[in-house]
């Protein structure tokens, strides 16, 4: 099983927008045959399910109420073939995440988690809101149970393997910054590595965001395994 952490807003600044925008990304996902994706800033309303059926994929996102703010949202893209192996609809925790059950080869299930973060400024009680619900949900998880959680976490978390062996591969990238260094509490807490800093990659597959002022790259979604 592939699983893939996109963020939809950074996809779609790089593709033609005339589509819809699931049929964008449906289509890249495909490109790059991948079965699961957590989906970050989807930005739509409420709870819905869709297929595009084209491409073979289902999605599942959870946003705000219909009315209320559009920015922020999440979901999951599941290739429609695997379906058969998803142990119950993907729930809406809030608007920034969705849990997803999957059952595995030999009877084992794992559960992952669709996030999306507030951002470096955003106000304190949000960022800890988030995480409080975040530590609550794994905690929820049956402990044979294996546990993915991924999206767009707004965190650097760096590249001191040393400090963080338990959690931080060798091939990390940039600096740690405080919402990284809470992301890595939480997951020395519950026993999860950040694979994206496991294994090394060609330079251009380090980084998954530009600052849209200092034009710099850096590395801000994360795939999280325990």
Known sequence: MRVA???????????????????????????????????????????????????????????????????????????????????????GISPRLMKLQVNLAGGYTASLFSCYTPTLAAPQEDKECFYEQLDRAIQAVPHKEKVLVLGDFNARVGKDYKLWHKVLGRHGFGKENSNGTVLLDLSVKHSLVVTNTVFQQANKYNTSWMHPRSKHWHLIDYVLNS
């Open 5 to 91: 952490a996109w963020n939809v807003l950074t996809l779609l600044d790089r593709t033609d927008r005339q589509e819809r925008r699931s049929a964008i990304i449906a289509r890249e996902l495909a490109r790059y045959r991948i079965d699961i994706a957590a989906l970050s800033e989807t930005r739509l309303s409420g709870s819905s399910q869709f297929e595009e059926v084209g491409a073979g994929y289902t999605f599942f996102c959870q946003g705000y109420p219909e009315g209320e703010m559009l920015h922020g949202g999440v979901g999951f893209a599941i290739r429609s073939a695997l379906l058969k192996s998803v142990k119950a609809t993907p729930s």
